[in-house]
């Protein structure tokens, strides 16, 4: 039962740009909503700049654990990160 609870709860989160997509919203949006800087957001779903552990807490924090700080930290996690355009 504890397996079937843990991945339950694994699977039940998402990449940060699948979560802002999901409120309808675009980066510099949410990063404004949530009171994150609009740079800090972008570089970091253009891949060209981690987070640091406070950014990443507030993120988990603010997105109610559907986005956690072990993937932001991540940095190979990141999926369907923003076109270097």
Do not use: C, H
């Not at 339950?8 to 990449?15: C, L, R, S």
């Not at 409120?23 to 009171?35: D, F, I, L, R, T």
């Not at 924090?61 to 559907?66: I, L, Q």
């Not at 956690?68 to 990160?81: C, F, H, I, Q």
């Amino acid at each position: 039962m504890l397996t079937f609870e843990y991945a339950t709860w694994y699977e039940d989160y998402m990449k940060l740009i699948d979560y802002i997509r999901s409120e309808n919203m675009n980066p510099s949006q949410w990063a404004k909503s949530v009171g994150i800087s609009q740079p800090i957001i972008t570089r970091y779903l253009k891949d060209k700049r981690g987070l640091s552990l406070k950014t990443a807490l507030k993120i988990q924090r603010v997105t109610g654990g559907m986005v956690r700080v072990d993937e932001l930290l991540n940095d190979g996690a990141r999926k369907s990160p923003l076109p270097d355009s």
